[in-house]
């Protein structure tokens, strides 16, 4: 069965410091990957997705993500985080097209200092 | 453009007391539909998905139940609310190929139950 895990349940950092969240899969074949935000109260918010072709994937609001097939990872980098961009994150794994089967991890809450 | 409605956006109700969220998507036909709940802190459970009208998947058994009387209608529903049912209820869709796995997510419903 496939899994995702995010090792990190919160992070801090500074504001105009970069940030890297870790997320770690396990899936059969070649997954479809994806990172969503959640600010509080609200619902979560594709920020980008990977599905083939070139390993590093841009997204939405300066986020970025890199697919390393050898370390089962897909992490969330931005070179210089707003106070805007505190928020919870969760990665996910799709199913390959089958409903009700991907998979999201526990997410990482992101909190930045002024 | 896709736009996914749910409401309430706050609903307060008794223990013992019915429940019925409502979610509905436009823009798009026969989509795929979830239903998630968030628990405070916690990463996103999956509790029902669709993949058409009247065709229901339970994953987690328990106090809830789903309905799709329409296709891009999505009901959560209960007979008899429990404390352990407070939460943040998330409606998803998908596109119904279900080939990229990508899912959409409503603004949410914030359940607490007293």
Redo the contacts between chains.
């Keep these: 069965a496939q899994s995702v895990t995010q090792p990190d349940i919160h992070i801090t950092v500074s504001e105009g410091a970069s940030l890297e969240l870790r997320c770690n899969y396990s899936y059969g074949a070649t997954p ?1 990957l ?1 990172w ?1 935000v959640q600010s509080p ?6 920020l980008l ?1 990977y ?1 083939s072709g070139d390993t590093l994937v841009q997204g939405i609001k300066g986020f970025e993500a890199e697919f390393k097939r050898s370390q089962s990872s897909f992490n969330l980098r931005k070179p210089s985080v707003h106070w805007s961009d505190a928020a919870e994150y ?1 990665c ?1 794994v ?7 089967k ?1 998979t ?4 990482t809450t992101l909190t930045v200092k002024p | 453009s896709q736009t996914i409605h ?1 409401w309430p956006a706050t609903l307060v109700q008794p223990v013992g007391s019915p429940l019925s969220l409502e979610c509905t998507v436009e823009g798009t036909s026969n989509p ?1 539909l ?1 239903w998630y709940r968030q628990a405070a802190g ?3 459970q ?1 509790l029902f ?1 669709s ?1 058409g009208i009247g065709q229901i ?1 339970s ?1 987690v058994p328990q106090n809830l139940s789903a309905s799709r009387p329409q296709d891009r209608q999505f009901i959560l529903s209960s007979k008899k609310l429990l404390l352990s049912d407070s939460g ?1 209820y ?1 409606c ?1 869709w ?1 596109e119904g ?12 419903t ?1 359940l607490t139950v007293l």
């Design positions: 479809y994806f969503y109260g609200q619902g979560l918010q594709l997705k599905f969760f996910a799709g199913a390959g097209g089958n409903a009700g991907s999201f991890g526990d997410g | 749910q795929n979830y916690r990463g996103l999956l998905y993949v998947s994953e943040f998330l998803a998908e190929t279900g080939v990229t796995d990508t899912q959409y997510f409503g603004p949410g914030r």
